[in-house]
C-alpha cells in the first residue's frame, strides 16, 4: 500500500473519531496529492509514488512553519498553535530526519571523495551531500554542517 493509498485511508478514521483538525490536515493533504498529480499531467484518479508524495507533505510542513514563524512575529499566537497542531499530523507522515552527527559522518566521507579541501567548493559538496542524502536531512542542517568542515 502506497503512501497516498494510507492517507485516503485516514479520512475515514479521522471522521469516525471525529477528530477535525487531523480530517482538514488529511483532507489538505490529499488535495494537494491531486494538485500533484495534474501538475505533472496526470489523472486525478492516478496514485502518487512514496516520492513524489513525500516530497508534497514536506512542502506541506514547510509551508506550516513559515505560517507558524508569521504569525508568531505578527502577535497571533492563536493562529500559530493551530498551524502547530497541522504540523504535528504532518510530520507523522514524514520520515525522521538525520541529525548533525550522523550528517557529519556523511559529510567528511564524501568531503575525501571529492577531494575537497577548501571553502571554494563547499556549494559543490553541499549538493553531492543533499543529493546522496535527499529527503533524509534538512537542507539546513547539511550546510552547517559543510560550513562547520571549513571553520
Known sequence: MTLHEQIKG???TAMLA???????????????????????????QD???DASALKVIKRLSN?????????????????????KA??????IYLPTLMS???IMVVALAKKDALGVTDKSKSGQLTGAIMKDLAGKADGGDVKAVVDALFA
Request: no cysteine; proline share 3%; net charge negative.
Open 10 to 12: 485516514e479520512i475515514k
Open 18 to 44: 471525529k477528530a477535525a483538525v487531523r480530517l482538514s490536515v488529511v483532507r489538505g493533504m490529499l488535495a494537494a496529492f491531486t494538485n500533484e498529480l495534474v501538475a505533472t499531467g496526470k489523472t486525478p
Open 47 to 49: 496514485i502518487l509514488d
Open 63 to 83: 509551508q506550516r512553519k513559515d505560517s507558524i514563524e508569521q504569525f508568531e512575529k505578527g502577535g497571533r499566537p492563536e493562529l500559530a498553535a493551530n498551524e
Open 86 to 91: 497541522e504540523l504535528a499530523i504532518l510530520d
Open 100 to 102: 548533525r552527527e550522523e
